[in-house]
């Protein structure tokens, strides 16, 4: 069976430290203002008579096994390797931006120094190490557990074997992308993932221009066909003969 | 048989022609391969896979894609430099003059001849009252000049929209990114609409029978004088207008 590594996050655990968030960007060396991870508060609501308690729902890219990004990319340049993990083949980007529109979670954006695409990985640079993701080793409360679920005996599968009736994915139920990261606990809001919608551009190639194009290669393909056809056939097609070549009544 | 030449092309057209027909052939088949996404793929999957493996990685083949494009695009640039009063503004002029009459005709006649014969062809016209004669062309026939209009503004484009997404990783930012995704797009037509026409003139000049003196001259600059009367006989009587000395 192939390996899908995923993330088994209990939101209870979750203190809203953003400890996994300022380790992420060390590790993956993100510019200012740039992340490729988050924790999402739920709005406290301070007038309810019974209140709540807060929620935390640490996130990040999902992984997803029906990933819309790679639907996205005319390249290729974003792909889903062995491991189960969405990648980006940043020589091969070239940073027209389509996957970040295709992400239903906002996961993505253009790396305003590098300008492609960036997004979490799962920490490629780190698990080629066999160290665990950054988010993952410097949890304080261990909230994350990361490894692959399609492993019996791996602790994430284990954990999510264990809780499988409680473990929800965030998904938007219009656009279904089958997300890698599973929560545990109370994660909050469910309903933010917004709808995987492929860029104009990208639409108009695949319903028009690409059919369109193979229909003009094909027609004048079969013309030249016919032509060489003709060729074969007709070995002996001479214009018609008369007497002047500008008179008309041509019989 | 006389054995008269007379010039065509010279020396400096003969080495773009080739030199463009290369890059293209290369442009094309990395370009294609450049396409790799299930919705998208003209050829399948095993075309990018396997292109990709001869360059080693996506990237390899991204960066040959540009260069190559790059080096294609300063060649042309010098030459429209050198060559732009004495030979691509009368090109331009020439090819962008249609003679809607006679042209139409030529174009209409011309098809059903290449495809089913002098006999058929004037058997189809007839009923539109005219004969079976293919009107007179001049240095380009009807077809010629419409397969270079379209492989002039469709190669502009190519280059507008290719030198837009190499920018796309140096100068634009994410606000820009409707332009590169537009660009992409357009790029593709583009290069489908010139693959389309180039079949047709691949076949014209390196395989149809009639043409086949035009497809020597793209090596030698020259045609006979008897082929330059039958098939481009009002560019004949400009070169019997000339000075004889002219004419090689």
Redesign the interface.
């Known amino acids: 069976m192939k390996k899908q590594l995923a993330m088994v996050i209990d939101a209870s655990k979750c203190i809203d430290c953003k400890g996994c968030q300022a380790s992420c960007k060390v590790a993956n060396e993100l510019p200012r203002e740039q992340w490729r991870n988050w924790i999402k508060g739920a709005d406290p609501q301070w007038q309810a008579k019974n209140r709540k308690p807060m929620t935390y729902q640490p996130g990040n890219c999902m992984q997803c096994s029906q990933a819309t990004c790679v639907t996205a990319c005319p390249t290729g340049a974003t792909y889903r390797d062995g491991d189960g993990v969405v990648m980006i083949d940043r020589g091969l980007c070239i940073g027209c931006g389509q996957c970040i529109g295709a992400c239903p979670y906002g996961a993505r954006f253009r790396n305003e120094k590098l300008k492609v695409a960036d997004k979490c990985d799962f920490c490629s640079s780190r698990r080629a190490v066999n160290l665990p993701p950054a988010c993952v080793s410097t949890c304080p409360t261990k909230a994350r557990v990361f490894g692959d679920i399609k492993d019996p005996k791996d602790p994430a599968a284990k954990l999510l074997a264990k809780n499988k009736d409680e473990a929800v994915q965030v998904v938007n139920q219009k656009t279904n992308t089958d997300p890698n990261l599973y929560y545990l606990g109370d994660p909050g809001p469910k309903h933010w993932p917004h709808e995987a919608k492929m860029p104009g551009a990208f639409e108009f190639w695949k319903n028009l221009a690409d059919p369109a194009v193979k229909i003009a290669v094909g027609l004048t393909g079969l013309g030249a066909l016919a032509m060489l056809g003709k060729q074969f056939l007709m070995k002996n097609d001479a214009p018609p003969q008369d007497h002047d070549h500008e008179g008309g009544g041509h019989e | 048989m006389s054995k008269t030449q007379v010039q065509r092309h010279t020396r400096w057209g003969i080495f773009i022609h080739w030199f463009n027909a290369a890059c293209w052939f290369f442009l094309l088949a990395t370009g294609v391969a450049?396409?790799?996404?299930?919705?998208?793929n003209?050829l399948g999957a095993w075309y990018?896979a396997t292109v990709r493996a001869i360059f080693g990685?996506?990237?390899?083949?991204?960066?040959a894609h540009w260069g190559l494009g790059l080096v294609w695009l300063a060649v042309w640039l010098v030459y429209l430099v050198m060559h732009m009063s004495r030979f691509v503004a009368p090109f331009i002029k020439e090819i962008f003059t249609l003679d809607p009459n006679r042209d139409l005709e030529w174009m209409i006649k011309k098809n059903l001849?290449?495809?089913?014969?002098?006999k058929m062809m004037?058997r189809l016209v007839k009923p539109l009252g005219w004969?079976?004669?293919?009107p007179p062309q001049g240095y380009y026939n009807a077809g010629q000049k419409l397969v270079a209009q379209v492989l002039v503004l469709a190669g502009a484009v190519l280059v507008a929209t290719g030198l837009m997404?190499v920018s796309?990783?140096?100068f634009?930012?994410?606000a820009d990114?409707?332009v590169?995704?537009?660009s992409?797009?357009i790029h593709?037509?583009a290069a489908?609409?010139t693959?389309?026409?180039l079949?047709?003139h691949i076949?014209m000049a390196a395989?149809?029978?009639d043409e086949r003196p035009a497809f020597i001259s793209m090596f030698s600059g020259t045609v006979p004088l008897e082929y330059a009367q039958h098939h481009h006989q009002l560019w004949y009587q400009e070169l019997s207008e000339q000075k004889p000395s002219e004419v090689v």
């Open positions: 450049l396409i790799s996404n299930h919705d998208l003209p990018p990685g996506g990237a390899n083949l991204l960066a001849q290449m495809t089913l014969g002098y004037g004969d079976g004669h293919i997404l796309s990783k140096y634009l930012s994410a990114a409707w590169v995704q537009w992409i797009t593709f037509i489908g609409i693959t389309a026409l079949i047709l076949y395989i149809s029978r």
